[in-house]
């Protein structure tokens, strides 16, 4: 029988992607529970039992103080190094858009001494839209041997990605640049928009920290799991191909 590993979706006030986050997961292969930080602060056996992590979307705190902020400090001063420790005994995690944020903020994607951040879309709006990603060779457990662009919706304010260019330079080095936008296909941009909706540097999605076990990225996978997710899955559209990504992750807990 396959060992189905557990999970931990963590969630903060105002994220509210946690759901869909943990069905996507549970489509992979993996026993999900759904647990509030606060809950973790009280019950930290519950983050060393787990064997995977996904950090949930959505608007921590109501993006007081800037995305991601308040979810990133409420998480340091309840789990202290737990993330860490986490991640040094080989588990992965996944933040996803508000996830994203967060990871950014608790610097557990790069060293703080090398900050990176999410600033405000360079339309000035609210962007809700699917993208296509492609997904370049990089060190990330997550997207290893994904073949071929993913299609997923992005849904965020402040989801540019930007940085001394010579940080950014050296993670396309260090090959954890884990996914890009592309060009998008029929419903999805309809040639009006821009392949990139917020402006990332280098058209830079999502990211890995230098072990590859951790993920961050601004669009949601996790609507794009089942066919019938798509704007036109009546249309012969491709069946839900982020489930692979989901599948690496649990794949990767499986073997711990």
């Not at 069905?23 to 064997?51: D, I, K, M, N, T």
């Not at 967060?102 to 699917?130: K, Y």
């Not at 940085?163 to 080095?173: F, P």
Request: with cysteine; aromatic share 6%; hydrophobic share 45%.
């Amino acid at each position: 029988m396959t060992v189905r590993p557990p999970a931990l979706v963590i969630t903060a006030p105002g994220t509210n992607r946690d759901g869909e986050a943990a069905f996507a997961l549970e489509q992979a292969g993996a026993v999900v529970e759904v647990v509030s930080v606060a809950a973790l602060a009280e019950q930290p056996w519950r983050l060393q039992q787990a064997r995977l992590v996904a950090l949930a979307g959505g608007f921590s705190y109501g993006d007081a103080l800037g995305s991601g902020r308040l979810f990133a400090l409420e998480a340091g001063a309840a789990l202290g190094d737990g993330l860490r420790q986490f991640v040094a005994a080989g588990r992965p995690v996944i933040g996803i858009c508000n996830g994203f944020q967060m990871l950014i903020r608790a610097g557990l994607l790069v060293e703080p001494t090398a900050p990176l951040m999410l600033d405000h879309n360079q339309s000035g709006r609210f962007e809700c839209r699917w993208v296509q990603l492609d997904v370049p060779a990089s060190k990330c457990v997550w997207t290893h041997n994904l073949d071929e662009p993913l299609l997923a919706p992005v849904a965020h304010g402040e989801g540019c990605l930007r940085g001394d260019t010579a940080i950014i330079d050296s993670l396309e080095r260090a090959g954890q640049v884990a996914l890009r936008y592309a060009a998008t296909p029929g419903v999805a941009a309809k040639g009006e928009y821009p392949a990139n909706p917020n402006g990332s540097h280098h058209d830079i999605a999502g990211i890995c920290d230098a072990s590859g076990l951790v993920l961050g990225l601004m669009p949601h996978p996790e609507d794009h799991v089942m066919t019938r997710q798509h704007p036109q899955r009546t249309r012969g559209a491709t069946d839900g191909n982020c489930l692979r990504l989901f599948r690496n992750g649990v794949d990767h807990a499986r073997d711990l």
